[in-house]
């Protein structure tokens, strides 16, 4: 039994390893792709005339970027305050600390 199981950690371990070690020789390149088209998206693209539709101004369309921008990354720190139990108080102590 017990050397079905190191037989086994072992076997995980080696194939994390190799998995670990073999991949794609772009992971550089593709890091700074994906930070080129971070900046733009928080600059709102090279072209500022990009972000508007029809009937809206450019400004109007940046505008409504720039909110769904603030409403998302809201809503992603209400998620991680749920995950790690902060967005409540603690009920271990008889009053409030402020």
């Known amino acids: 039994m017990k050397n079905w199981l190191v037989s086994i950690l072992l076997g995980a371990a080696l194939i994390l390893v190799v998995l670990g070690t073999v991949g794609c020789g772009f992971i550089g390149k593709a890091d700074d792709v994906i930070e080129q088209k971070a900046a733009d998206v928080m ?18 369309g940046h505008r409504r970027h720039i909110r769904n921008h603030r409403l998302n990354r809201q809503a992603m720190n ?3 305050d749920a995950l790690f139990l902060t967005d409540q108080p603690s009920r271990l102590a008889e009053r409030a600390i402020p």
């Open 78 to 80: 209400e998620d991680l």
């Open 43 to 60: 600059r709102m693209g090279p072209d500022r005339e990009a972000t508007a539709q029809m009937g809206e101004t450019v400004a109007e």
